[in-house]
């Protein structure tokens, strides 16, 4: 996925959940977050961010701010192999982003249908998908494969490893446990991390700030849900899966 402009700022303050004060061309604005989350070790005083410009939008006199925040540079505390001397590193924290890729992604696949918003129990799970099997010797009709797959963002990382979720997540913990109940009635099931962070392979479940979640994930590992890690290309203007490991 790609935005359509970009501008740089310099982050100053986040008053709340949904806004932050940034410097935009010498004049302090206040934008929108497109990320609830508390993103506390990226969003620090000074740090430069990246933002959506809706100025010249069609539409642009129905918001209620002219930027949104979608990416920032982290300042590596250490300078880790992983990231080639870099000092900064960009990450995408665009919480609508990951949902978006992966409906990319999943064009590309082979599947032969997709829906998003898939209401199963209790939840809404991000995506649902069919693939149709060999027909059968007895009916001779074909069957229906079917998917579910639940999509997280991941903007944490340490040492080039990412980690998951940044805040506690009963919302998470609750769609692991449908997802492991949906394997018990047939359907083949994904948590697929979307790794906002370039070069990070792997996520592994932030057990000092949500151990729930960690044991939900092994328990919904043992019952057949399969753990995708989406890693991406992250650019100012840019978020687009690479490479997939398992």
């Known amino acids: 996925m790609r935005y359509e402009k970009i501008v740089k700022g310099i982050f ?4 709340n959940r949904f806004i932050a004060h940034v410097e935009i061309e010498g004049k302090l604005e206040t934008v929108h977050v497109k990320n609830t989350g508390r993103c506390k070790e990226l969003l620090i005083p000074g740090c430069t961010v990246i933002l959506e410009d809706f100025r010249d939008r ?5 918001r209620k701010t002219k930027f949104d ?9 250490q300078i880790h192999p992983l990231y080639k001397n870099h000092k900064f590193l960009l990450i995408n924290m665009d919480s609508q982003a990951p949902n978006k890729v992966v409906a990319e992604w999943l064009a590309l696949q082979d599947y032969d249908f997709v829906k998003t918003e898939f209401t199963y129990g209790n939840s809404r799970v991000d995506f649902y998908m069919e693939k149709k099997t060999t027909a059968s010797e007895k009916s001779g009709a074909h069957q229906k494969q079917k998917f579910l797959m639940e ?10 490893i990412g980690y998951f979720p940044d ?4 919302r998470g913990v609750k769609h692991l446990k449908e997802l492991a109940a949906a394997v018990e009635h047939g359907y083949q099931c994904y948590l697929a991390f979307v790794i906002q962070v370039p070069g990070v392979k792997t ?3 932030n057990i000092e700030n949500h151990p729930e979640f960690g044991k939900a994930l092994e328990e919904a590992k043992k019952a057949g849900v399969e753990v995708l890690f989406l890693q ?11 490479s997939v490991y398992k």
């Open 167 to 170: 805040a506690p997540t009963e």
């Open 69 to 77: 925040l979608i990416a920032v540079y982290k300042n590596l505390d």
């Open 151 to 160: 999509v997280k963002g991941c903007t944490l990382e340490k040492n080039g």
């Open 58 to 62: 069609q539409g642009f006199e129905n």
């Open 203 to 205: 996520v592994l479940p």
């Open 232 to 242: 991406c290309i992250v650019n100012e203007d840019e978020l687009k899966i690479d």
């Open 12 to 15: 100053k303050d986040r008053p």
